[in-house]
């Protein structure tokens, strides 16, 4: 599973767009930091201390986050399946450990990102953010377990690009959506987003998103495991 893990990690970087999003997300991040940082004082007065140096990066995540992950992660199964190579993955290591070294590759690529992220605030900030690193985590992975479910039962990866820049789109303006409707549709469908628990007054609501990340991992295990390479 780690030789799967480090496989997916490096082939990540070698993406155009996954260069083109470290280049945003460091961009706006700093950019921010340093935007934010010119009114400090009014900002204490607010409340939002030194907390609102991480504000432009989640508003970033909650709005980009969807279509960053699945534009580099919607084809990390199948396309693997359309050039034959997991034929030769499933000689040599388990399904199980191809499924979830993918998945771990993708949340090791980002947690990277999102560290250094971070770090950048740290000048303006004058301490780490630890939480909302582990938070900021948790949000991505919930699209990367979506981009591998996706990659598991659609076999083709333009599909599933489409698809997933549809879903990218649809899942935020859902979850905004819901903060402000009555309707129990829009209200329901809310629950199986991230952005319903991310929006709650309790923090610790933000760690159920780690049973949508189980489920979304776990159904891709048994659909790939039922498949037919």
Same mark, same amino acid.
């Given at each position: 599973?780690? +030789?799967?893990?480090?496989?997916?990690?490096?082939?990540?970087?070698?993406? !155009?767009?996954?260069?083109? !999003? !470290?280049?945003?997300?460091?961009?706006?991040?700093?950019?921010?930091?340093?935007?934010?940082?010119? &009114?400090?004082?009014?900002?204490?007065?607010?409340?939002?201390?030194?907390? +609102?140096?991480?504000? =432009?990066?989640?508003? /970033? /995540?909650? /709005?980009? +986050? @969807?279509?960053?992950?699945?534009? !580099?992660?919607?084809?990390?199964?199948?396309?693997?399946?359309?050039?034959?190579?997991?034929?030769?993955?499933?000689?040599?290591?388990?399904?199980?450990?191809?499924?979830? =070294?993918?998945?771990?590759?993708?949340?090791?690529? $980002?947690?990277?990102?999102?560290?250094?992220?971070?770090?950048?605030?740290? @000048?303006?900030?004058?301490?780490?953010? &630890?939480?909302?690193?582990?938070?900021?985590?948790?949000?991505?992975?919930?699209?990367?377990?979506?981009?591998?479910?996706?990659?598991?039962?659609?076999?083709?990866?333009?599909?599933?690009?489409?698809? =997933?820049?549809?879903?990218?789109?649809?899942? @935020?303006?859902?979850?905004? $959506?819901?903060? *402000?409707?009555?309707?129990?549709? *829009?209200?329901?469908?809310?629950?199986?987003? @991230?952005?319903?628990?991310?929006?709650?007054?309790?923090?610790?609501?933000?760690?159920?998103?780690?049973?949508?990340? +189980?489920?979304?991992?776990?159904?891709? /295990?048994? *659909?790939?495991?039922?498949?037919?390479?």
């Amino acid at each position: 599973m780690f +030789a799967i893990t480090l496989r997916e990690f490096k082939s990540l970087f070698q993406s !155009i767009r996954a260069i083109l !999003i !470290i280049v945003v997300l460091f961009g706006v991040t700093n950019g921010s930091a340093k935007l934010v940082s010119q &009114f400090k004082g009014q900002l204490s007065e607010l409340g939002l201390g030194n907390n +609102a140096y991480i504000i =432009g990066l989640m508003l /970033l /995540l909650f /709005l980009a +986050a @969807p279509l960053f992950v699945t534009s !580099i992660s919607h084809s990390s199964v199948n396309k693997e399946i359309e050039s034959k190579t997991i034929r030769f993955l499933a000689t040599k290591t388990s399904r199980e450990n191809i499924i979830f =070294g993918k998945f771990l590759g993708n949340v090791s690529f $980002w947690v990277l990102c999102l560290t250094v992220a971070l770090l950048l605030i740290v @000048p303006f900030s004058k301490s780490f953010h &630890f939480v909302d690193l582990i938070q900021s985590i948790i949000f991505v992975s919930y699209f990367i377990g979506l981009s591998l479910f996706l990659s598991t039962v659609v076999s083709n990866s333009s599909m599933t690009m489409f698809v =997933g820049i549809f879903i990218s789109i649809a899942l @935020p303006v859902i979850g905004m $959506w819901s903060l *402000i409707s009555k309707n129990v549709i *829009i209200d329901t469908i809310s629950y199986l987003t @991230p952005y319903y628990y991310y929006t709650q007054e309790n923090t610790a609501y933000t760690y159920l998103v780690l049973i949508h990340i +189980a489920v979304f991992v776990l159904t891709s /295990l048994i *659909i790939f495991k039922r498949r037919d390479l």
